[in-house]
């Protein structure tokens, strides 16, 4: 029978409680799972989505600096630092930001730049993108290293020393330069601009998250803990404040107890507006997924397809850096292995209007998937002619709108792909045959010539980032051409 207490009885005396509280007891139960739910949905989301994207983003930042940081080297305007090669990164630390004279900007802007690039690839090949590993002092560190430079917002009148040095940098490098690299300069910025726009929303969007897990996991280690007294809880918000702290020791050992967000959770679970609290918590966690129909419809797969020649395109500043290079170290190569008849055949051969004879270079190229080495013969005068016919074609396209990029453009979708397909296959053992070649030159000159050969190992890293961001581009093209080919069968 009922009684006036609200409770039921049976013979036995067993109570059933049915008055509010226990209402609401069950209703902040039933929260607790939703909210536990969404949140590893939205960590699944951060990690398998959000997370890889701006990794993908930082690369592609990481490859525009390059190619800005090789301008300024190539046109005398920096100093690379000297010591690069010998600072090992083992964790996040921004550079220097202390004002310097103008007089010192080429050397001091030099090696916070290199040092800013370092600490840009470490971020992309060496840190880890999850929930897991990026935490608030992770995301932190990596704002700072974001804001070492204002990326949007290039100024020489900047109150920051390294922006207001390397804008200026950049007005004197665009002042004295082809259009051509005016246009590199522009499209490297402009893309890095978007790229940081986005890493630094996501990464504030990730940081708010991280504030919520830590709730999450009072709710899931102190809120359903046997020992958590629910009645003295629920009953109010000091009550719930003050349980959580007397557990807190005992079931979240090495983590430091943070009142503001223990007092934001006890307000969601206790306060009179919960309920609106609650919906907005959930609202802000719950991943909001897009229909493939609306997604396909709304993406230019023509762009992406365009975007990823384009970006293969932009390789020939590097290229011709190597080719420079190449040509340097044979020249060294050659010199030092003449004696004085090798250059009285070569007076005569100058005197009577003869050819060279050609140069072969017996190198050894690793299958980096397999191991396995192979030999394989460069024909020095092949291939540096072949090189230079690359970096000319590869110019024409490699600015969005040049008549190159717009004829290509028009071309039909499938004799993009196949060309884009060649030239990435192309790239690939061509890089290869460059880190070959590279290792000969530096293993075959003589001792004492060996400090004047040119090592491409920085162009051969940007040309590779900047395949790997290419080949991802064409791997989006694929999949949304199949999604779109999959939905005009199926009518939608």
């Not at 690839?121 to 804001?147: G, H, P, T």
């Not at 004295?176 to 790229?195: E, F, G, H, W």
């Not at 709710?219 to 359903?224: A, M, S, V």
């Amino acid at each position: 029978m009922l009684t006036s207490g609200g409770s039921c009885s049976d013979k036995e005396g067993i109570k059933l409680d049915l008055n509010s509280d226990g209402l609401s007891m069950a209703e902040n139960e039933s929260f607790n799972t939703k909210i536990i739910m969404a949140a590893a949905d939205r960590e699944q989301w951060y990690d398998g989505v959000q997370l890889p994207k701006i990794q993908d983003d930082y690369r592609l930042h990481l490859s525009c600096v390059r190619n800005i940081f090789d301008a300024l080297v190539k046109r005398g305007l920096i100093v690379p630092d000297p010591y690069k090669k010998d600072n090992k990164v083992t964790s996040i630390q921004s550079p220097d930001t202390t004002p310097f004279n103008d007089n010192e900007r080429s050397q001091i802007l030099g090696i916070r730049l290199s040092n800013y690039e370092s600490m840009v690839d470490y971020v992309c090949n060496y840190m880890r993108f999850s929930v897991e590993m990026l935490n608030i002092e992770s995301i932190k560190k990596m704002l700072e290293l974001n804001n070492a430079f204002s990326w949007n917002n290039l100024s020489q009148n900047s109150t920051r020393c390294n922006t207001r040095a390397l804008a200026i940098s950049l007005n004197e490098l665009k002042s004295n330069a082809d259009q051509l690299t005016v246009s590199m300069i522009k499209d490297n910025t402009l893309k890095t601009q978007n790229a940081m726009e986005e890493i630094t929303k996501v990464l504030k969007d990730l940081a708010e998250f991280q504030r919520e897990r830590y709730k999450l996991e009072i709710r899931k280690t102190i809120l359903e803990n046997s020992a958590f007294d629910k009645g003295k809880a629920y009953a109010s918000t000091a009550g719930m404040v003050g349980e959580i702290r007397r557990l807190f020791p005992s079931c979240m050992p090495r983590r430091p107890m943070n009142a503001e967000l223990i007092n934001e959770l006890s307000l969601e679970e206790t306060a009179p507006n919960k309920e609106e609290l609650q919906a907005a918590l959930l609202a802000k966690i719950q991943v909001k997924v897009e229909s493939t129909e609306s997604k396909v419809q709304k993406v230019d797969i023509h762009a992406i397809l365009m975007e990823s020649l384009r970006l293969v395109g932009t390789t020939y500043d590097s290229y011709k850096v190597v080719l420079d290079k190449v040509i340097a170290n044979h020249d060294v190569l050659q010199s030092g292995k003449k004696s004085f008849q090798e250059k009285l055949k070569k007076l005569l051969r100058n005197l009577f209007g003869l050819e060279e004879p050609s140069v072969d270079y017996e190198v050894v190229i690793t299958d980096k998937k397999t191991e396995t080495k192979k030999k394989e013969t460069v024909h020095y005068k092949e291939f540096t002619e072949n090189l230079l016919k690359r970096i000319k074609i590869y110019s024409a396209f490699a600015v969005k709108d040049s008549p190159g990029y717009t004829r290509i453009s028009q071309q039909k979708d499938e004799a993009i792909l196949d060309y884009l397909n060649k030239q990435l296959v192309e790239n690939n053992h061509l890089f290869a045959l460059i880190i070959a070649l590279d290792e000969y030159f530096k293993n075959t000159a003589n001792p004492a010539d060996r400090t004047k050969i040119k090592g491409c190992s920085m162009e051969l890293t940007t040309i590779k980032n900047i395949i790997v961001k290419a080949n991802q581009q064409r791997s989006d093209y694929v999949a949304y051409a199949e999604e779109a080919e999959q939905m005009k069968k199926l009518g939608l």
